[in-house]
T-cell receptor, first 116, second 112 residues
Framework: NAGVTQTPKFRILKIGQSMTLQCTQDMNHNYMYWYRQDPGMGLKLIYYSVGAGITDKGEVPNGYNVSRSTTEDFPLRLELAAPSQTSVYFC???????????????FGSGTQLSVL | QKEVEQDPGPLSVPEGAIVSLNCTYSNSAFQYFMWYRQYSRKGPELLMYTYSSGNKEDGRFTAQVDKSSKYISLFIRDSQPSDSATYLCAMSFQGGSEKLVFGKGTKLTVNP
C-alpha cells in the first residue's frame, strides 16, 4: 500500500502565484487533514475533512482552500501566495477520526514550499 | 502559557544511553497522549499512545503520563543511532482528532 501520497515534494513560488498541493490516500479513510510545520514549531492544522463533500477550518485556515470530492483525494489550494506561507505541508488521514480509539494519523512525506 | 510545551533541544547522546523526552501541558482536560517520531524529510509516525495516567511500554520505549503534574515523558532505553529523529508529543481531549495539539518537537541525535 502506498498510504498517503503528496505531490510535489518541493516547490518554489513567487509572491502572488497560486498552486495546489495534492494529497491522495489509498486506505479508504474518511478523515483527512492538512497541517503546516514551521521550523521549531509544532504542527498546525489548516483544514480537515470528515468525508467526501465535508470540510472544515482548522487553526490556521487563512490563505488556503480545500475541497473533498472523493474519499481518496484532499487537495490544498494556495491563492495569492505570501512569504508567510513558506513552510512544510503535511497531509494526513485516519480511520476513526477520534483519539478515543487509539487513533493513528497516517502522514504523507510532506511538501516543502518556499514563497519568494 | 502555551497549551503544550516541549523543549526543542537539540539533544545529543551516545549510543546505549537512556533518553528522557518530556512535555508539559496546561489543559487539564487532555486525556489522550501520543508520541510521534519524525525522521528528517519524512512525515511523523505514531510511536506510542496512552490514555489517561500511567505507563505504557513497547520494547525499548516507555511512555509515562502524570496528570496531576500535567507532565508526560517518553523514555528510550539502549538508544540506537536509528532512534535519531525529532520526537513530537501530541495530546487531545474528548472529541475528534482535529483537536489534537502537537508540541514543537525535540530533535534527538544518538551518536555511535
Amino acid at each position: 500500500n502506498a498510504g498517503v501520497t503528496q505531490t510535489p515534494k518541493f516547490r518554489i513560488l513567487k509572491i502572488g502565484q497560486s498552486m495546489t498541493l495534492q494529497c491522495t490516500q489509498d486506505m479508504n479513510h474518511n478523515y483527512m487533514y492538512w497541517y503546516r510545520q514551521d521550523p521549531g514549531m509544532g504542527l498546525k492544522l489548516i483544514y480537515y475533512s470528515v468525508g467526501a463533500g465535508i470540510t472544515d477550518k482548522g487553526e490556521v485556515p487563512n490563505g488556503y482552500n480545500v475541497s473533498r470530492s472523493t474519499t481518496e483525494d484532499f487537495p490544498l489550494r494556495l491563492e495569492l501566495a505570501a512569504p508567510s506561507q513558506t513552510s512544510v505541508y503535511f497531509c494526513a488521514s485516519s480511520y476513526w477520526g477520534s483519539p478515543a480509539v487509539n487513533e493513528k494519523l497516517f502522514f504523507g512525506s510532506g511538501t516543502q514550499l518556499s514563497v519568494l | 502559557q502555551k497549551e503544550v510545551e516541549q523543549d526543542p533541544g537539540p539533544l545529543s547522546v551516545p549510543e546505549g544511553a537512556i533518553v528522557s523526552l518530556n512535555c508539559t501541558y496546561s489543559n487539564s482536560a487532555f486525556q489522550y497522549f501520543m508520541w510521534y517520531r519524525q525522521y528528517s524529510r519524512k512525515g511523523p509516525e505514531l510511536l506510542m499512545y496512552t490514555y489517561s495516567s500511567g505507563n505504557k511500554e513497547d520494547g525499548r520505549f516507555t511512555a509515562q503520563v502524570d496528570k496531576s503534574s500535567k507532565y508526560i515523558s517518553l523514555f528510550i532505553r539502549d538508544s540506537q543511532p536509528s532512534d535519531s529523529a525529532t520526537y513530537l508529543c501530541a495530546m487531545s481531549f474528548q472529541g475528534g482528532s482535529e483537536k489534537l495539539v502537537f508540541g514543537k518537537g525535540t530533535k534527538l541525535t544518538v551518536n555511535p
